[in-house]
């Protein structure tokens, strides 16, 4: 939880669980079975072993959805806003600076977005130009002259385009620019809100590992895996 952590530290932890797994103290035997099949629910023929690459992003994705919705009761968070990002936003902060682990983070950022749904309020706690609330992603990717064309900072708020929950964009004569108002997502009465689609609501790192460990299909044997069955030993074999 505290740090993405390398794939060859992860390869050589693997290495010794897949050794103690099928070894033992001896040095005889071998591997029979495939260590992400292993690494899969029982349901799905596995033995439940969480795989330790999805276990940690999944984890560190934690992290850094505190950031994404500014959680005000961490104290890491607060930190990374002054230290780190420095009124930049989370999703435009340039990703090739800053240590490794920064970095490594930072990288996590498109998995999550394709999980997370923008639900537009009074637009108050939103960036226009640095937050993905558009189909589009960030705008300020996308039209890098926009807020000059446009008229509107880049530090403009979402608030600075809704009126009474309704769009008011100024007119828009630059071709280029044209794409912003279409398929503009609706908007709601009240504050804005960002809610983690596997869940509806609120980030959890159970489904944060199925992003990163996508289930497989479940096995027709695994009802065998009641009764007697259910024994570690018993189960393991079958």
Known sequence: ??????????????????????????????????????????????????????????????????????????????????HRLRDKSIWTVNVNRGLWEWRKMLGLRQTLLNHIEFKIGNGDSLSLWHDPWHSLGPLISRFPWGPSILQLPETSKLSSVIIEGEWHWPPITAMECNEIIHNLPHTCRGNDLITWRPTGGEFNTATAYDVFHPPSPKVGWSSLLLGRFKTPRYSFIL
């Open 1 to 82: 939880m505290a740090f993405i952590l390398p794939k060859e530290v992860i390869k050589e932890v693997e290495k010794r669980l897949r050794e103690f797994l099928w070894k033992g103290h001896s040095n005889e035997g071998y591997p029979k079975v495939v260590w992400n099949i292993v690494c899969r629910p029982i349901e799905e023929g596995g033995q439940g072993i969480r795989d330790l690459y999805a276990l940690n992003r999944a984890l560190m994705s934690r992290h850094l959805w505190n950031v994404i919705i500014g959680s005000s009761t961490s104290i890491w968070v607060t930190w990374i806003v002054h």
